[in-house]
Nanobody
Framework: QVRLVESGGGLVQAGGSLRLSCTTSGLTFSNYAMGWFRQAPGKEREFVVVISWSGGSPYYADSVKGRFAISRDNAKNTVYLQMNSLKPEDTAVYYC??????????????????WGQGTQVTVSS
């Protein structure tokens, strides 16, 4: 059974930082591209960042470029999202997602087969 479990969300003031984690089980983590998506109330789920299964440079949405950083630890089956200089518009539920042998070309929610339950990030002004 594949499971993705996010953690690390919370309430933070604008300009602050949070680090999200997504720990996986039931899959060969090193074979999966890992993406982060977010969904604000009343809005569609949107792409944040993806890191391919084979390494290389991640691909970031323009809205988070320079502020967010994704990393993966294949030994721990975990992907991280370091979020700095947070803004109120970053407020959303953040989801991690996995796609087998995916690349940085995969930026649509429908391209991912496995999802976590989400973690709430709230940035106050």
């Amino acid at each position: 059974q594949v499971r993705l479990v996010e953690s690390g969300g919370g309430l933070v003031q604008a300009g602050g930082s949070l680090r999200l984690s997504c720990t996986t089980s039931g899959l060969t983590f090193s074979n999966y591209a890992m993406g982060w998506f977010r969904q604000a109330p009343g809005k569609e789920r949107e792409f944040v960042v993806v890191i391919s299964w084979s390494g290389g440079s991640p691909y970031y949405a323009d809205s988070v470029k320079g502020r967010f950083a994704i990393s993966r630890d294949n030994a721990k089956n975990t992907v991280y999202l370091q979020m700095n200089s947070l803004k109120p518009e970053d407020t959303a539920v953040y989801y991690c997602a996995a796609r087998a042998f995916g690349s940085t070309r995969h930026r649509q929610p429908l391209e991912y087969g496995y999802w976590g339950q989400g973690t709430q990030v709230t940035v106050s002004s």
